[in-house]
């Protein structure tokens, strides 16, 4: 009798194990559903508010490994376009100020990069004044403060847009000065997207 006692609990105690095992399993496909859908409902946010912008995969391409942080909050998007496009410029401008050392230069490149390092200097302050602004939207204050960073950036667009222009405008085919142009031009996408991304979710 007690050997038959002895049998049964083990039994149970198997059965008890198994069915935890298959509510652990049902519990982990569960969380992997649900982060498999946030995670496309995340992208999809992003798919459809950079399809809002001018360059679109330019937009998509340097937002997408935020989707976790971002989510579907369009200021956390904001904030996020405008800080890529911060520190690309400050990247860019480090580049600028190092092809500017070059000592190939003729006076008329070395003007033109001088130039380009004044703009992206103005273009960076605009920009911090931005995200800084933008980290401060709420209450009775947002629409004054959307339309000083829609200013400023229009601005930062600007300064980015002279650097360029000087390069075409003077035909300068050198590498040193198409790798600069190429650089400035991409910054000044990254711009335009934050831009109108600010323009489509908080403006």
Same mark, same amino acid.
Do not use: H
């Given at each position: ?48 508010? %950079? ?9 998509? *391409? ?15 998007? %904001? ?36 130039? %380009? ?45 002279? %650097? ?10 050198? *590498? ?28």
């Amino acid at each position: 009798m007690e050997a038959k006692i002895f049998i049964s609990r083990n039994a149970l105690a198997l059965l008890l194990t198994f069915l935890l095992c298959i509510s652990n399993m049902e519990i982990s496909l569960a969380d992997t559903n649900t982060t498999k859908n946030s995670t496309e409902t995340y992208t999809n946010y992003l798919k459809k508010a %950079c399809n809002s912008t001018l360059y679109p995969q330019i937009c998509f *391409e340097s937002l997408s490994s935020y989707t976790s942080t971002i989510k579907t909050n369009g200021l956390k998007l %904001c904030t996020k376009a405008l800080t890529v496009t911060l520190k690309a410029a400050s990247n860019t401008s480090r580049l600028v100020k190092s092809l500017s050392k070059e000592g190939n230069l003729s006076k008329a490149e070395a003007g033109i990069i001088k130039d %380009c390092i004044d703009e992206m200097g103005d273009s960076i302050d605009m920009l911090k004044q931005s995200l800084k602004a933008l980290g401060s939207v709420n209450g009775s204050e947002i629409e004054f403060l959307i339309s000083n960073i829609k200013t400023w950036m229009s601005a930062a667009m600007t300064d980015e847009t002279t %650097c360029t222009d000087g390069i075409d405008e003077r035909k300068i085919s050198d *590498e040193v000065m198409r790798k600069i142009r190429k650089t400035i031009v991409n910054i000044s996408m990254l711009t335009s997207n934050a831009l109108a991304l600010i323009n489509k979710l908080l403006g």
